[in-house]
């Protein structure tokens, strides 16, 4: 009887264990090219979320859903998909590698445009000032004896 028991209970868990193969691959499978679109767009809208969140919440902005939308995809499509690599390691890893050069090459842009504007704005705060500074000068008249 015993043995029994130890047996079931050890068939058990062996035939738990062995269903437990990780995701299998979804039917709306979300491309790796759409998945790092979607993770750049998720990632930018949560770093907005949190620098301006009464910004979204007063738009009526929800990052996920917003990015839902924009992807045409539901939450569930993007959870499978999600799970699905996640459970493949080696393609998630190059999904993240390339959300985070797509992160970076970004940060390089918008800091580049950033710099651009601000020696703009100094040009120009320079040549205003030499314009004022050269109208403050007042010329000597000359006076004929």
Do not use: W
Not at 97 to 114: C, M
Not at 125 to 138: F, G, P, T, W, Y
Request: charged share 25%.
């Amino acid at each position: 009887m015993k043995k029994n028991l130890i047996y079931a209970v050890f068939m058990l868990v062996l035939m738990g264990c062995s269903q437990f193969g990780g995701p299998k691959k979804p039917k709306n499978l979300i491309s790796k090219n759409d998945m790092v679109s979607i993770l750049v767009d998720l990632s930018l809208l949560s770093s907005a979320k949190g620098v301006n969140k009464m910004v979204l919440e007063n738009n009526g902005i929800s990052p996920e859903d917003y990015v839902y939308k924009t992807h045409n995809i539901d939450s569930l499509q993007f959870l499978n998909s999600n799970s699905y690599y996640s459970y493949n390691t080696e393609d998630y890893e190059v999904i993240l590698k390339r959300v985070e050069d797509s992160l970076n090459a970004l940060k390089t842009k918008y800091k580049a445009v950033i710099n651009e504007k601000l020696n703009k704005d100094m040009k120009s705060k320079q040549l205003n000032d030499s314009n004022a500074s050269s109208d403050s000068i007042r010329k000597k008249s000359r006076r004929i004896p």
